[in-house]
């Protein structure tokens, strides 16, 4: 991702294949809700801009911890759009799994959480494969 002149890569945002697949075809194809807003995808280079060059988040609006929190799995999120993933160190966000806000509201959020869990679980990383802890302060800088 090309960042605008003078900013500079603060945190790392890493991405499976598959969330790349999505990012590249299904994200550019979605439709915003209300056709007043962005479109998702420029939602969502906005919002993977904040976080790369280290901007604050809003908690609870553009990220939190899934419950049960002890699976620390985090969702990344915009008006439209959800992206589920783990933090593998302190400022380090590997995303899994991107879909709709509707998708989330029809198929609730434990599909989501379970496929970040077990794509992560079946990667052959020194432990510990995750950052644990459900304090904003635990997984990035603010």
Known sequence: ?????????DRDFLCTPDF????????????QIDPAMTA?????????????????????????ILHPEK??????????????GWFHERNRFVAVRGAS???CKNDGYAEFRNEVVAYRAALDLDEPKF????KIDDVISV
């Open 131 to 134: 950052k644990q802890g459900a």
């Open 101 to 103: 806000m509707e998708q």
């Open 1 to 9: 991702m090309d960042l605008p002149r003078g900013a500079f890569r």
């Open 71 to 84: 699976q620390d799995v985090w969702e990344l999120k915009t008006v439209d759009v959800r992206i589920f």
């Open 20 to 31: 790349m697949h999505w990012l590249n075809g299904d994200l550019r194809s979605m439709k």
């Open 40 to 64: 998702p995808v420029k939602q969502v280079f906005g919002l993977l801009q904040t976080f790369i060059t280290g901007k604050p988040l809003v908690h609870g609006r553009q990220f939190h």
